[in-house]
């Protein structure tokens, strides 16, 4: 067996692979500069002990908004230091519920708040205590929308401002959904009173730029064909702009041609890697879904597998499924799980997000097919699917 000093020893085409990761902030951001400025400007009142005005950021998953608010927040921790002025970052799939944010965020002014039993009138008292000393404290929800509480988080920070004598509490929300702003009461919608910044997809040129540049930092010199740079992007391009898939793709490719111990990426190593890919951001995907998501998805795709009661009708394709038989689905397996299912509204929302992250489409279908109704289908494998929601729902 090999050791550790056997294997440190091999030579490798890799000269930093975290430069290759999603979550690597790198010093320049290609096609981000005037997303970079226009965030710095929004938020750089706050360093003039002013409040700035709540931002909200929208884009697909992997258009760069989480690395490019990461790279603000470098400057402005640095230059807030001097001026009684903070910015925080909360990943909201972790931190997913206001009194869980508030701790996250308050136990960095108060130690102790690391212990349990603290309430949320505390925390909040906390808040209003340390902003009102003059702080203008800067919080950055990323996938805002995973909050379960979101309405009364969105109303308890921005009324905190009501009670705070200098500084302020300001929200900088991340969300890869445009509509998630409906979900909220009118009260919250109203109070948040924000900009808004939305990150388009790249473009095939666009990720090979970023690719050459984070080529240059994660491998040794000459060791990835151009052509497997063109090739990443290109299959990034059709798939979905997503630069964290074009990073994994080409990460992948890296170590399938070390395994094979070559020294050159080639193309024929973007193909091997591209399923590999796919499946794993797949598993990331489904694995840090909310339950209710899981159980609709798992209902999509059980239907999917069995087979349509409606398959045979005239004018719908024997792949799609009508959304009320998905939701008399998700009824039955909630019931299996003994939890309570939500409402065709709060449906229709799950549905909305599980198109946004690919792992299904939807359509309207024609006059004449039991009325006008939404098709479903599933956007993977099924069988992929299915595996990866046993283990998750049900521990299989």
Not at 71 to 78: A, I, K, L, T
Not at 106 to 119: A, Q, S, W
Request: one cysteine or more; a neutral charge.
């Amino acid at each position: 067996m090999a050791s550790f000093d056997q294997i440190l020893s091999q030579p490798s085409i890799f000269r930093n692979l975290s430069a290759l990761s999603p979550h690597y902030v790198p010093k320049e951001l290609p096609f981000r500069e005037t997303h970079i400025q226009e965030i710095m400007r929004i938020v750089s009142p706050a360093l003039r002990k002013q409040k700035p005005r709540n931002l909200i950021i929208y884009g697909k998953t992997g258009t760069g908004k989480t690395c490019t608010v990461k790279r603000v927040m470098e400057d402005f921790v640095e230059a807030g230091k001097k001026r009684n002025a903070s910015m925080h970052y909360v990943n909201c799939r972790i931190y997913n519920s206001r009194y869980r944010i508030f701790q996250k965020v308050m136990k960095e002014y108060v130690p102790e708040l690391d212990k349990t039993g603290f309430g949320m009138p505390f925390l909040y008292e906390k808040l209003v205590e340390t902003a009102s000393g003059g702080e203008q404290v800067v919080l950055v929800l990323d996938e805002i929308d995973m909050i379960k509480d979101l309405d009364e988080l969105v109303y308890t920070l921005t009324r905190s401002n009501d009670e705070i004598k200098a500084g302020g509490v300001t929200i900088v929300g991340i969300s890869n959904k445009l509509s998630f702003k409906d979900s909220l009461d009118p009260r919250s919608r109203s109070s948040l009173y924000e900009t808004e910044m939305i990150f388009q997809p790249y473009t095939a040129e666009q990720l090979k730029k970023i690719l050459e540049a984070r080529v240059k930092e994660g491998f040794e010199n000459n060791v990835v064909d151009p052509s497997a740079i063109n090739l990443s992007a290109a299959i990034t391009s059709q798939e979905s702009g997503d630069a964290r898939f074009a990073l994994k793709l080409l990460s992948k490719a890296g170590e399938h041609a070390e395994s094979e111990k070559r020294n050159l990426v080639t193309d024929n190593d973007v193909e091997a890697a591209r399923k590999k890919v796919e499946i794993d951001l797949t598993f990331e995907t489904i694995s840090t879904l909310p339950q209710m998501h899981q159980i609709v998805l798992y209902a999509i795709g059980s239907i999917t597998k069995s087979g349509s009661r409606y398959s045979r009708l005239e004018g719908v394709e024997s792949d799609f499924l009508f959304s009320g038989e998905v939701y008399e689905e998700y009824e039955k397996i909630c019931r299996r799980l003994k939890t309570r299912p939500r409402s065709s509204r709060w449906y229709k929302e799950y549905l909305n997000d599980l198109e946004v992250l690919g792992l299904i489409t939807t359509t309207i279908s024609g006059k004449g097919v039991r009325g006008t109704t939404t098709l479903i289908r599933m956007g993977q494998g099924s069988d992929v699917v299915m595996s990866i929601l046993n283990s998750q729902l049900f521990g299989e």
